[in-house]
């Protein structure tokens, strides 16, 4: 299959100052677990260059993927790896490496979970918060829709045990079909922050600033960029620009100042690790 995984920066030369004001607009969508850094990627890009403009959907990772396929978007967003199934000929370029983070209600006096308890209590095997040291309560779940790459990744990360920590782009293990599946990391943000029992899962853009809910550590470990630097914390996982053959033009050149500008590095280390060639090649590994 034609696809590939950038690595690096893309050859292709930035555009330098604020472009013409003849209007440009990059359509972009999918992953909601990347919405808010692509945003914020957009907005900054915007800034300094004002002919250009890059409206960000959500509508998760498989609607990203599908639409960089269709040509609805020019650049689709996705919080997992590529995997057998997608379309041919799509290019995903790494962006940025970000903990998964499994959350639950502030008053809820657990703090923190082993990764066999989280995958415990997302497959259904464990249902009272009694039974890993909380409150005599049931627990609810929340879960997302099957196109969420926020899904598959975190199933990955948490539950799959037959491969290592953040090498595979689909599960064999997944949450308990009785889990509500919400639309996007905010649904499942908003609804554990409303109930005392519940937990769920989201990327970590969704916990910086915000404490409506709270990241559980794993093992002791809390869900931390630093953590992750160091290799402490490892439910971490690659997030994507997907685009229809190599990015030309204008996504190209947008792609170029998110993997190499200083301003973009600036914006991407509020929420998650800015990627070098280096670690794209040495754990990104799955390439269908």
């Not at 004002?50 to 960000?56: A, K, Y």
């Not at 037959?162 to 889990?179: L, N």
Request: aromatic share 8%.
């Amino acid at each position: 299959m034609n696809r590939k995984i950038l690595v690096g920066a893309i050859a292709i030369t930035a555009f330098v100052g604020p472009v013409a004001v003849s209007a440009t607009v990059i359509r972009s969508g999918g992953s909601t677990g990347l919405q808010l850094l692509a945003q914020k990627l957009a907005n900054g890009y915007h800034a300094t260059h004002s002919g250009v403009t890059i409206p960000v959907q959500g509508g998760g990772s498989g609607a990203g993927i599908s639409g960089a396929n269709s040509g609805r978007f020019s650049i689709g967003n996705s919080s997992r790896l590529p995997k057998t199934g997608d379309p041919s000929g799509l290019t995903f370029t790494p962006i940025d490496k970000e903990p998964f983070v499994v959350v639950v209600n502030p008053k809820n006096k657990i703090t923190s979970l082993t990764r066999d308890q989280i995958r415990d209590i997302f497959t259904g095997v464990v249902t009272n918060w009694k039974a890993v040291g909380g409150a005599d309560a049931p627990i609810r779940v929340y879960s997302r829709v099957g196109t969420s790459g926020t899904l598959g990744t975190f199933e990955c990360l948490f539950l799959d045990r037959s491969k290592p920590i953040g090498e595979c782009a689909s599960s064999a293990v997944h949450v308990t079909s009785s889990a509500p599946k919400l639309g996007s990391n905010g649904l499942d943000r908003s609804a554990v922050a409303g109930n005392v029992n519940a937990i769920s899962f989201v990327t970590f853009a969704y916990t910086v600033g915000n404490r409506s809910v709270r990241g559980l550590k794993v093992g002791n470990v809390a869900p931390t960029l630093a953590n992750v630097s160091s290799d402490a914390y490892q439910y971490s996982g690659y997030q994507f620009f997907v685009t229809k053959g190599a990015p030309t033009g204008a996504v190209a050149s947008y792609l170029t100042w998110v993997n190499t500008s200083a301003q973009a590095r600036a914006i991407i280390k509020k929420y998650a690790l800015a990627l070098t060639a280096l670690q794209v090649t040495a754990n990104t590994h799955v390439t269908p």
